[in-house]
Nanobody, 123 residues
Framework: VQLQASGGGLVQAGDSLRLSCAAS????????MSWFRQAPGKGREFVAA????????DYADSVRGRFTISRDNAKNTVYLRMNSVKPEDTAVYYC?????????????????WGQGTQVTVSS
């Protein structure tokens, strides 16, 4: 599946931002989806995941309570709502697709990656 992420930008600490990731396939609703991020000089880290049905989600401790992942299967799109952003949230954000929650939470097990969108949070 091909993924196209968008919605990044420059925001101030405390602001909100919504990222979107559009998928190319009509079978999008069969994929479990996730978001990762990669800060300069660091490895890619898991942020959030959502099951194909939208009924189950999981988050990294660093974003739990501030970020919300959701999906609209009719639009083949997954979203990441980022509230109360912090400078440490600055990174390139990537959407990812896979067959299960386990597979989309580990970098080496992801099936497909989007191209990334830059989020920069100023203090």
């Amino acid at each position: 599946v091909q993924l196209q992420a968008s919605g990044g930008g420059l925001v101030q600490a405390g602001d909100s931002l919504r990222l979107s990731c559009a998928a190319s396939e009509r079978t999008f609703n069969m994929y479990t989806m996730s978001w990762f991020r990669q800060a300069p000089g660091k490895g890619r880290e898991f942020v959030a995941a959502i099951r194909w049905s939208g009924g189950s989600t999981d988050y990294a401790d660093s974003v739990r309570g501030r970020f919300t992942i959701s999906r609209d299967n009719a639009k083949n799109t997954v979203y990441l709502r980022m509230n109360s952003v912090k400078p440490e949230d600055t990174a390139v954000y990537y959407c990812a697709a896979g067959g299960s929650m386990d597979s989309v939470m580990v970098v080496t097990r992801v099936s497909s990656w989007g191209q990334g969108t830059q989020v920069t949070v100023s203090s």
